[in-house]
């Protein structure tokens, strides 16, 4: 078997490139596809971790936890379209509503 | 054993490239078939991990429904080039400064050995992660919160049908030109 540290260490790796593109790139599509990069690796960990102990719990939160990206993706989605269509641009920058 | 841990090595050299080349992609198209790889690629890594049933549904959820939406989007946007200049300066030399500080102590504090709570089983049994265990724990342990996600699944849908029908003028988004007289 693989050892579980190799993997949440390949996870982590993940999940610090999902940051980095939160935290880097300006395209709202952008950031929410490393958003889901960070959830995907935080699933690779529940999976690694499941399968070195022998429960199956993980896998059910993995479930889960997948069920809960499609529905923020839906949603994320739509307000990215939502903005377009007002706009004409989907930039992090342009939804300034909140800045003082 | 060995191959294992060769497949193990490949799947994460792709899964790393192609996480990379998402988040440094110009073209947010490919930044998106990027992506599609990447979750192919962990679907894969499931099947490595002894869990077929969630293969399965991480490459119709995610390499299918999620990518199709993501394709849509962006048609609809407009695939165009996307800048990568900064506007704040330093933001780059900074963020990933930080970032490589935050992998890097998620790496240490992973990969030692010492850190897992239980002793690691050698091997499961044969039908580890088949969708008949994991439904078995789901409709038994797990039943409130399969409910709950499915009423989330719900609002999530109606929000979205709610939201992408919009069409109005959102007023005050922007950059302050219509924002009420905010100083």
């Known amino acids: 078997m693989v050892a579980p540290n190799e993997v949440m260490a390949l996870a982590a790796v993940l999940f610090s490139v999902g940051v980095a593109g939160v935290v880097l790139r300006r395209n709202l599509i952008v950031v929410l596809m490393s958003v889901e990069l960070m959830l995907n690796a935080v699933n690779i960990t529940f999976v690694a971790l499941s399968r070195a102990f022998g429960t199956v719990e993980g896998q059910v939160f993995v479930f889960l936890s997948l069920t809960v990206a499609a ?30 | 054993m060995a191959a294992e841990t060769l497949l193990f090595y490949g799947l994460a ?75 704040l300066v330093g933001q780059r030399v ?63 849908v109606i929000g979205a049908v709610v939201i992408g029908q919009y069409r109005g003028e959102v007023r005050g988004i922007g950059t302050g030109v219509d924002g009420g007289e905010d100083g």
Request: glycine residues 8%; without cysteine; hydrophobic residues 65%.
């Open chain 1, 71 to 100: 529905a923020e993706v839906a949603i994320g989605l739509a307000l990215v379209v939502a903005i377009y269509r007002s706009l004409g641009r989907s930039d992090v920058d342009d939804v300034s509503v909140l800045h003082g």
């Open chain 2, 13 to 87: 050299l792709g899964l790393v490239i192609s996480a990379l080349w998402m988040v440094m992609a110009k073209n947010v198209v490919r930044a998106v078939l990027a992506m599609v790889v990447n979750f192919a690629l962990t679907g894969v890594l499931y099947l490595l991990l002894h869990a077929p049933f969630l293969f399965v549904v991480q490459i119709t959820v995610y390499a299918g429904a999620i990518m199709v939406l993501f394709l849509f989007v962006v048609m609809i946007i407009g695939g165009r080039e996307v800048s990568l200049e900064e506007p």
């Open chain 2, 94 to 156: 900074l963020g990933v400064g930080a970032v490589a500080i935050l992998g890097g102590l998620l790496v240490w504090a992973t990969s030692s050995a010492n850190m897992l709570p239980m002793r690691p089983v050698a091997r499961v049994p044969e039908d580890f992660g088949s969708p008949a265990v994991l439904g078995e724990a789901l409709f038994r342990d797990f039943v409130l919160p399969f409910e709950v996600v499915g009423v989330l699944l719900l609002a999530a």
